[in-house]
């Protein structure tokens, strides 16, 4: 389908947010541009997403090994789309970063989305998400070296649990 049907337009910003990930020793770190935060960029309405942040995050940092979009929601007035971009030791140079620990997963409801997502949460899926990539997916497989995929070993998707 290259359109909507008529009369149904969609119209409002998009965010990238954008996790700077990277393997500091065997343990996952953030960082980038904005230290261990999140990295924000608006996108215009012609604008593909991963090729905007793919140019952004190699203009600011370097070329990421990978990058993957994991997630969306509503936050901020806008629909956010979530990126793990992952970098190579070298480019993170003088950047701050901070280790990245566990967290529970932010939880929905049958037909709504959790009231509140913590961006320790949004990072808790977006690595959850790159480990199932990692044994699924051949070039994420690829693209990461051996001490990712251990370092990724605990971070595996849970079962579904009953919501009711």
């Excluded at 393997?23 to 960082?31: E, I, M």
């Amino acid at each position: 389908m290259d359109r909507y049907p008529a009369g149904l337009d969609i119209d409002g910003p998009v965010e990238a947010e954008i996790f700077v990930v990277w393997l500091d020793g065997d343990r996952l770190a953030l960082t980038g541009p904005c230290g261990p935060a999140a990295w924000r960029v608006e996108l215009g309405a012609t604008d593909h997403p991963v090729a905007v942040v793919d140019r952004i995050i190699g203009n600011a940092v370097g070329r990421p090994r990978l990058l993957h979009s994991t997630s969306w929601r509503r936050d901020r007035q806008a629909v956010v789309l979530t990126f793990v971009a992952v970098i190579d030791p070298e480019l993170v140079a003088g950047m701050a970063s901070a280790p990245i620990g566990r967290s529970e997963l932010a939880r929905s409801e049958a037909t709504a989305a959790p009231a509140s997502i913590a961006d320790e949460q949004v990072v808790e899926h977006a690595l959850r998400h790159l480990a199932w990539l990692a044994q699924d997916d051949p070039v994420v497989s690829r693209e990461l070296p051996a001490a990712w995929h251990t370092a990724l070993d605990g971070y595996v998707p849970e079962p579904f649990r009953n919501l009711g």
